[in-house]
């Protein structure tokens, strides 16, 4: 088995972390970079030039942006992306890149900082705690039975399914059905049909689609309002957001800040979903034993029928061929930090005001920390498998405390998804496709991916 570098094991055989990580500074060396600038950012370039950067220059490389004063820093050892992340995360503010997130979010607390996002993230939290998870649980439930239906249409026809759009369709429902409950009806009543289905289908972040998401969001307020008036509280996550409080004011969330923290769900709360489960259909269908595996584990788990919210946790395979998957496409495979004070990272010097750069995309395929990392293997995420390997070496979801909030929830709706449709149905990428990946704010597919389906 192979052997992370950076992880020990003591006499008794416990793990142990190396901390071997903050050695005098070597000054009399220029730090390892590139002598030309780059401006790294959420895009092809980068996504490109990352690898190349940590092969050349190794754990932590300077580089140079031209449009920045500061240099900026990428690290890919998993010891380093702790210590951003976790053991000296408060040194670390949200970095570059997060303005163009602003504009769709406001200040939901993806893009929140310091009291604020604690005093957000304080009020949100209870929300996805696993108390409320099994009534969660039965909402995409009734979402994937109308998808498994619509699925049945499609495999009776011969027509092929276009998986990126299905995904999408099917995990900006579930989000919205938490957010709003039955209310996502008095939206749909409004305008004919799910007003938020541009989002899916025109996928760009750009000025005009933040402009109709906001413009969207109006209506929000005006749901917000009515729930006031009325006192509904139906069971949703706008419901547990109005009735959050702070825990030293005891305030309310102002109605601006509802929004804002809506808007952050849709859009944090979908496309990673969807992303993830539409890369799932594409890796099971080439690999027809993981696909098999899978569906005999539902079967052993649930019998003939679905799985229930407790036998969730039992689906083991099905848990690692998410896992698996989201090391090979983790949607969110670059996000950035800015450091509040100096820091040393892997001997370099990091000055306050500097920008960090980390990416799940390059850790999670590095050969140093993943045998074969190009390959789709679910096992090596089996019990008792990689326990050598350091535990950021694997990080789609971030760490530390601002670690994804919805981390837990997206496992439930995911295995969901897969337990309930993968017995009944075969997928295969239809011939002639080229599947090319599209790196921007989430990492993409670039052109939808078909296939096609067959019931079993
Ligand atoms: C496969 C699914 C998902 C992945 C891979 C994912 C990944 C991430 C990552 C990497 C971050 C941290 C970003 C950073 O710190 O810069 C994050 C934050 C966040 N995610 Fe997710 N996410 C997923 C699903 C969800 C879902 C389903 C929801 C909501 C229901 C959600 C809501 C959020 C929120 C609100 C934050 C901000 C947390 C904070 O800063 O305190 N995510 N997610």
């Given at each position: 088995?192979?052997?992370?570098?950076?992880?020990?094991?003591?006499?008794?055989?416990?793990?142990?972390?190396?901390?071997?990580?903050?050695?005098?500074?070597?000054?009399?060396?220029?730090?390892?970079?590139?002598?030309?600038?780059?401006?790294l950012?959420?895009?092809?370039?980068?996504?490109?030039?990352?690898?190349?950067?940590?092969?050349a220059?190794?754990d932590?490389?300077?580089?140079?942006?031209p449009?920045?004063?500061?240099?900026?820093?990428?690290?890919?050892n998993?010891?380093?992306?702790?210590?951003?992340?976790?053991?000296?995360?408060?040194?670390?503010?949200?970095?570059?890149?997060?303005?163009?997130?602003?504009?769709?979010?406001?200040?939901?607390?993806?893009?929140?900082?310091?009291?604020?996002?604690?005093?957000?993230?304080t009020?949100?939290?209870?929300a996805?705690?696993?108390?409320?998870m099994?009534?969660?649980?039965?909402?995409?439930?009734?979402?994937?039975?109308?998808?498994?239906?619509h699925?049945?249409?499609?495999?009776?026809?011969?027509?092929t399914?276009?998986?990126?759009?299905?995904?999408?369709?099917?995990?900006?429902?579930?989000?919205?059905?938490l957010?709003?409950s039955?209310?996502?009806?008095?939206f749909?009543?409004?305008?004919?049909?799910?007003?938020?289905?541009?989002?899916?289908?025109?996928?760009?972040?750009?000025?005009?689609?933040?402009?109709?998401?906001?413009?969207?969001?109006?209506?929000?307020?005006?749901?917000?309002?009515?729930?006031?008036?009325?006192?509904?509280?139906?069971?949703?996550?706008?419901?547990?957001?109005?009735?959050a409080r702070?825990?030293?004011?005891?305030?309310?969330?102002?109605?601006?800040?509802?929004?804002?923290?809506?808007?952050t769900?849709?859009?944090?709360?979908?496309?990673?979903?969807?992303?993830?489960?539409n890369?799932?259909?594409y890796?099971?269908?080439?690999?027809e034993?993981?696909?098999?595996?899978l569906?005999?584990e539902?079967?052993?788990?649930?019998?003939?029928?679905?799985?229930?919210?407790?036998q969730l946790?039992?689906?083991?395979?099905?848990?690692?061929?998410?896992?698996?998957t989201?090391?090979?496409y983790?949607?969110?495979?670059?996000?950035?930090?800015?450091?509040?004070?100096?820091?040393?990272?892997?001997?370099?010097?990091?000055?306050?005001?500097?920008?960090?750069?980390?990416?799940?995309?390059?850790?999670?395929?590095?050969?140093?920390y993943?045998?074969?990392?190009?390959?789709?293997?679910?096992?090596?995420?089996?019990?008792g498998?990689?326990?050598?390997?350091?535990?950021?070496?694997?990080?789609?979801?971030?760490?530390?405390?601002?670690?994804?909030?919805?981390?837990?929830?997206?496992?439930?709706e995911?295995?969901?998804?897969?337990?309930?449709l993968?017995?009944?149905?075969?997928?295969?990428?239809?011939?002639?496709?080229?599947?090319?990946?599209?790196?921007?704010?989430?990492?993409?597919?670039?052109?939808?991916l078909?296939m096609?389906?067959?019931?079993?």
């Amino acid at each position: 088995m192979y052997n992370s570098p950076l992880v020990t094991r003591d006499p008794a055989g416990r793990r142990k972390h190396c901390h071997a990580m903050n050695p005098t500074p070597d000054t009399s060396r220029p730090a390892p970079g590139p002598t030309q600038p780059h401006h790294l950012d959420c895009d092809e370039a980068t996504f490109r030039l990352i690898p190349r950067l940590a092969e050349a220059y190794g754990d932590v490389v300077r580089v140079q942006s031209p449009n920045l004063e500061r240099p900026t820093w990428l690290i890919s050892n998993p010891e380093h992306i702790r210590r951003v992340l976790v053991s000296n995360h408060r040194n670390y503010v949200k970095g570059v890149g997060f303005e163009r997130v602003e504009m769709l979010l406001g200040n939901g607390i993806i893009v929140s900082d310091g009291a604020f996002w604690r005093r957000q993230r304080t009020m949100i939290q209870p929300a996805f705690s696993r108390g409320n998870m099994p009534r969660f649980f039965d909402m995409v439930r009734e979402v994937t039975e109308r998808t498994r239906a619509h699925w049945r249409e499609l495999a009776a026809t011969g027509e092929t399914l276009d998986v990126t759009h299905a995904t999408g369709e099917y995990a900006l429902e579930v989000i919205l059905r938490l957010i709003f409950s039955e209310d996502l009806d008095f939206f749909r009543d409004q305008e004919g049909i799910n007003p938020f289905r541009f989002l899916t289908e025109d996928p760009s972040r750009n000025l005009m689609v933040a402009m109709k998401f906001r413009q969207l969001l109006k209506q929000v307020g005006v749901l917000i309002q009515r729930r006031r008036e009325t006192g509904a509280r139906p069971f949703d996550l706008l419901s547990l957001m109005m009735d959050a409080r702070a825990s030293r004011s005891n305030e309310a969330m102002t109605d601006r800040e509802l929004v804002d923290e809506v808007a952050t769900l849709i859009i944090a709360g979908h496309e990673t979903s969807a992303g993830t489960l539409n890369w799932a259909w594409y890796l099971l269908g080439q690999d027809e034993a993981s696909a098999a595996a899978l569906r005999d584990e539902v079967c052993r788990v649930c019998g003939d029928g679905d799985p229930t919210y407790d036998q969730l946790e039992q689906l083991a395979f099905t848990r690692q061929v998410l896992d698996e998957t989201l090391r090979l496409y983790p949607p969110v495979w670059l996000f950035t930090r800015k450091a509040v004070e100096a820091d040393m990272l892997g001997g370099q010097q990091i000055a306050p005001g500097d920008n960090v750069f980390l990416s799940p995309w390059l850790t999670q395929r590095m050969e140093r920390y993943w045998d074969e990392p190009e390959a789709f293997r679910p096992e090596r995420f089996a019990p008792g498998q990689g326990d050598d390997r350091h535990d950021q070496a694997f990080f789609p979801f971030s760490a530390g405390p601002r670690r994804c909030i919805g981390e837990f929830f997206s496992y439930v709706e995911m295995r969901t998804h897969l337990a309930m449709l993968a017995p009944h149905f075969r997928l295969r990428a239809t011939a002639g496709q080229s599947i090319e990946l599209e790196p921007a704010i989430n990492l993409r597919i670039r052109h939808n991916l078909t296939m096609s389906i067959e019931t079993l």
